[in-house]
T-cell receptor, first 114, second 109 residues
């Protein structure tokens, strides 16, 4: 059971380039989300999805696009990278249960925009 | 809007008990979660409170008072491996989880 898998782990981009961060989960979770974490900060929600074909914006959606064509995959696209998007990105999926809503995070993608 | 406040850093010694507080302001409230994150790692789920009271999971306990918009994480019998950042998070709206800025716990021998 792989859980939540993110790729790539590290990436350096030039300003203006575009790229896609991949995220896949094998737990059949309906809810998936993308967060960014800046140094010394908490996680901020970029976009989330409550199921295939359904996405919505979080706190900091500008400059990012998402799609959810399958339950398993939730890619995050940077349209035109900017230095302000230098951050660590975490993909997460969520299990809902009687004991509460547990979120499982991927290992993170370290992105540097120069 | 939504905001959460946590102390930025807490220090303690091995074997001690430490409490990390979290106060929140949200437009709605469904539950308070706690996550642990070691440097360079991903956050991992510790506990969740939807109702008032204490939830205990091994050495970790979490408390919630919805009337006070307040919760805390209690770590007992501290170990060196507990040195990490701890985040509280509130689900204040439909499927939206908002995180605090984190508390860095330093455990010394």
């Amino acid at each position: 059971n792989a859980g939540v898998t993110q790729t790539p782990k590290f990436q350096v981009l030039k300003t203006g380039q575009s790229m896609t961060l991949q995220c896949a989960q094998d737990m059949n979770h309906e809810y998936m989300s993308w967060y960014r974490q800046d140094p010394g900060m908490g996680l901020r929600l970029i976009h989330y999805s409550v199921g295939a074909g359904i996405t919505d914006q979080g706190e900091v959606p500008n400059g990012y696009n998402v799609s959810r064509s399958t339950t398993e995959d939730f890619p995050l696209r940077l349209l035109s990278a900017a230095p302000s998007q230098t951050s660590v990105y975490f993909c997460a999926s969520r299990r809902e249960g009687a004991e509460g809503n547990t979120i499982y995070f991927g290992e993170g993608s370290w992105l540097t925009v120069v | 809007g939504q905001s959460l406040e946590q102390p930025s850093e807490v220090t303690a010694v091995e074997g001690a008990i430490v409490q990390i507080n979290c106060t929140y302001q949200t437009s709605g409230f469904y539950g308070l979660s706690w996550y642990q994150q070691h440097d360079g790692g991903a956050p991992t789920f510790l506990s969740y409170n939807a109702l008032d009271g204490l939830e205990e999971t091994g050495r970790f306990s979490s408390f919630l008072s919805r009337s006070d918009s307040y919760g805390y994480l209690l770590l007992q019998e501290l170990q060196m491996k507990d040195s990490a950042s701890y985040f509280c998070a509130v689900e204040g709206g439909f499927q939206k989880l908002v995180f605090g800025t984190g508390t860095r716990l330093l455990v010394s021998p």
